[in-house]
């Protein structure tokens, strides 16, 4: 069984789909990782992420630079929004991330385009979405949390020009796919948004 949850930054994509690859059995990829790792390595070298031959440069990575937390920083996200606009990253990343959601038994991915690119057979598909406001006073409590003074006003420009750049880039946009099943966590709690989803997805295998 593949399970591809979808959705815009600090939309609880991530939470939702965790908890789903427990609740199924299933392994775990957050792809948005693999544009961070190529990220960090971008910035590390001094690279410019903005064109396309140094961010393709910067694509071959091995699985444990994923659990080092620099990938986790903002800047790390404002740059994987800016290298995975390239096609040519894109489609580096793009058999590694198949191989993980073909493997025997089945995966749960959570990206922008799992439904849409990566796994349009997928058999079950959600769009996890939220207002910008509230995804934004989200994101802002987990900067408080771990020690950032950055105020809400810059975290909610930040996620709407993040959300622009991954809605209208050319290749693989942010978008839903036409038979995921939506679920806006906006006025739900975790509990809430959990249970949803595993209807939601009971639902469609
Ligand atoms: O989900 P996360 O915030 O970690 O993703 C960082 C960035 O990586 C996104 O803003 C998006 O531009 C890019 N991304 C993508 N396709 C995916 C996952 C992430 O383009 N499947």
Do not use: C, W
Request: charged share 25%.
């Amino acid at each position: 069984m593949i399970i591809a949850v979808d959705g815009p930054a600090a939309s609880g994509k991530g939470t939702i789909a965790r908890a789903l690859a427990k609740h199924y059995g299933l392994p775990y990829l957050d792809t948005g990782l693999l544009y961070r790792a190529v990220a960090a390595n971008v910035l590390r070298e001094g690279l410019d992420p903005a064109i396309e031959a140094d961010a393709v440069a910067a694509s071959n990575f091995d699985d444990e630079l994923l659990a080092d937390p620099v990938l986790r920083t903002d800047e790390s996200g404002k740059t994987a929004s800016i290298v995975s606009a390239h096609p040519l990253v894109r489609a580096a990343l793009l058999q590694r991330q198949r191989r993980f959601a073909r493997a025997e038994g089945g995966a749960v991915l959570d990206g922008r385009d799992i439904g849409t690119v990566i796994a349009p057979d997928a058999d079950a598909k959600l769009f996890v979405k939220a207002t910008p406001t509230i995804r934004a006073k989200r994101r802002h409590a987990e900067l408080q949390a771990s020690g950032s003074t950055v105020s809400l006003d810059k975290v909610l420009a930040d996620i709407r020009a993040r959300d622009l750049r991954d809605m209208t880039r050319s290749e693989a946009p942010l978008v839903a796919a036409s038979d995921a099943a939506t679920l806006d966590t906006s006025f739900l709690s975790i509990e809430a948004a959990l249970k949803r989803a595993i209807e939601l997805v009971d639902r469609q295998v």
